[in-house]
């Protein structure tokens, strides 16, 4: 079991930056894929970022791709979000998820936190 609880969010200007951090119980947080997903009103949730378990290798999704980076602190249990130059349309409930499979898909992660508010002004 692991529970995930997220930070960082707020209301910035087009351009702006954010860290988004997500703090995890349990002592097996190093076992696991950590993953970034975000959803907007009215749409489904999307990928953002997902990083290995040792923090390796990291995936993003190609619209987040250059601007927004993916780390983590296996002995703080916390993973993060920089978001660098930030646009409206990434406005969105961000969320950081679990699992042991290295996936893009929210369905392969069993491990949900409750989401930060990102909100971005043009």
């Known amino acids: 079991q692991v529970q995930l609880v997220e930070s960082g969010g707020g209301l910035v200007q087009t351009g702006g930056s954010l860290r988004l951090s997500c703090a995890a119980s349990?002592?097996?947080?190093?076992?696991?894929?950590m993953g970034w997903f975000r959803q907007a009103p009215g749409k489904d949730r999307e990928f953002v970022a997902v990083?290995?378990?040792?923090?390796?290798?990291?995936t993003y999704a190609d619209s987040v791709k250059g601007r927004f980076t993916i780390s983590r602190d296996n002995a703080e249990n916390t993973v993060y979000l920089r978001l660098n130059s930030l646009k409206p349309e990434d406005t969105a409930l961000y969320y950081c998820?679990?699992?042991?499979?290295?996936?893009?898909?929210?369905?392969?992660?069993?491990?949900w936190g409750q989401g930060t508010q990102v909100t971005v002004s043009s």
């Open positions: 998820a679990a699992s042991l499979t290295y996936r893009q898909l929210a369905s392969q992660y069993p491990y």
């Open positions: 349990g002592r097996t947080f190093s076992s696991y894929n």
């Open positions: 990083i290995t378990a040792s923090g390796a290798f990291a």
